[in-house]
């Protein structure tokens, strides 16, 4: 069964300083892949997205991603975080179907 | 532009007691729409989905149902409610092309006592 597999749940990240955020995926042909953001108490919101083609993708406030077949990882990456960032990122694929896969999800937390 | 707007907000309710959430979306034609389950502080579990208005697929079985009687309407329900259904539901939907993203409620938060 496919998975999403987020191995970090919880990161703390100074404001100002560059972030990460792992995600892992096991589909063995190329999956449409997306990051969601929620804030305290919100829905899930859009990110970005990755379909077949440039591996990195570049999103919303300053988010980009980059696919890697080899690795089977979208990381989530910001070259400098706001205190605004702190929210729950979740990965997830699309892989055929009506299912989409979503991963575990990773706490951001800023530091003053 | 699309909308999607979720009702009611929160929700307080005893066990044992029903329960019947509704999402709505509109500036869309036949989207495809799916219900989630999250826990505090989970991922999100799907529970639901349905392609066109009158079907209905389930994901898990959690002792919940779903229907959807419009094209822009989607409703989950439960005649008795238990304690781990408590958690936040999310109402999402998507286009008919597989590859289109999902696009989420701002949900409803239920507390079951």
Do not use: M
């Not at chain 1, 069964?1 to 955020?21: K, M």
């Not at chain 1, 070259?79 to 979503?102: N, P, Q, R």
């Not at chain 2, 219900?35 to 529970?47: E, I, K, M, S």
Request: proline fraction near 5%; charge should be positive.
């Amino acid at each position: 069964a496919q998975s999403v597999t987020q191995p970090d749940a919880r990161v703390t990240v100074s404001e100002g300083a560059s972030l990460q955020l792992r995600c892992k995926y096991s589909y063995f042909g190329t999956p449409y892949l997306f990051w969601y953001v929620q804030y305290p108490r919100q829905g899930l919101q859009l990110l970005l997205k990755y379909y077949p083609g440039d591996p990195v993708v570049q999103g919303v406030n300053g988010f980009e991603a980059e696919f890697s077949k080899s690795n089977s990882s979208f990381h989530l990456r910001k070259a400098s975080v706001h205190w605004s960032d702190w929210a729950v990122y979740f990965c997830a694929e699309w892989t055929g179907g009506y299912k989409v896969v979503f991963g575990s999800g990773t706490r951001l937390l800023v530091s003053p | 532009a699309q909308t999607i707007h979720q009702w009611p907000v929160a929700e307080i309710k005893a066990v044992g007691s029903p329960l019947s959430l509704g999402c709505t979306i509109k500036g869309k034609s036949s989207p495809n729409l799916y219900w989630y389950w999250q826990a505090t502080g989970g991922t999100l579990q799907q529970l639901f989905y349905s392609i066109t208005v009158g079907q209905v697929e389930s994901v898990v079985q959690l002792n919940l149902s779903a229907s959807r009687p419009k094209d822009d309407q989607f409703i989950l329900s439960t005649e008795k409610l238990l304690l781990s259904h408590s958690g936040f539901y999310l109402c999402a939907w998507r286009g008919q092309f597989n590859q289109d993203t999902q696009y989420f409620g701002p949900g409803t938060r239920l507390l079951v006592l």
